[in-house]
């Protein structure tokens, strides 16, 4: 499973080849931005989410794999947990039912 941090590295390792190249890195230098908010890929489409995962690197046949990693309801909670996801955020584009453990039982 990947996670934010490693895709962060990804677009970082990216940037640095695109410079070493003599190539634009403006696209990258604008996900690089993007990345700082840790619960980005919950408030964006999922065709934006699979372009900054091309754009990084990601291979087509991971890519859908990899945009479940980072939409999956595990990832959710983690991110909450951690103060990172408002539930009332209303540019969440991805929710997932909080967990209670009162209701877990029933």
């Not at 990804?10 to 700082?36: F, P, V």
């Not at 309801?73 to 408002?86: F, P, R, T, V």
Request: hydrophobic fraction near 35%; include cysteine.
């Amino acid at each position: 499973m990947i996670h934010i941090d490693e895709i962060k590295i990804m677009n970082e390792t990216t940037i640095a080849y695109l410079k070493k190249m003599g190539q634009n890195i403006e696209r990258n230098e604008i996900i690089n931005e993007i990345l700082k908010d840790e619960a980005c890929f919950f408030k964006m489409d999922k065709e934006d989410v699979i372009m900054i995962l091309i754009s990084i690197g990601i291979s087509a046949e991971k890519v859908e794999q990899t945009y479940s990693d980072l939409v999956s309801s595990e990832e959710y909670y983690s991110l909450y947990q951690k103060g990172k996801i408002d539930e009332n955020d209303e540019d969440l584009k991805i929710k997932y039912k909080k967990y209670d453990s009162k209701d877990l039982f029933n």
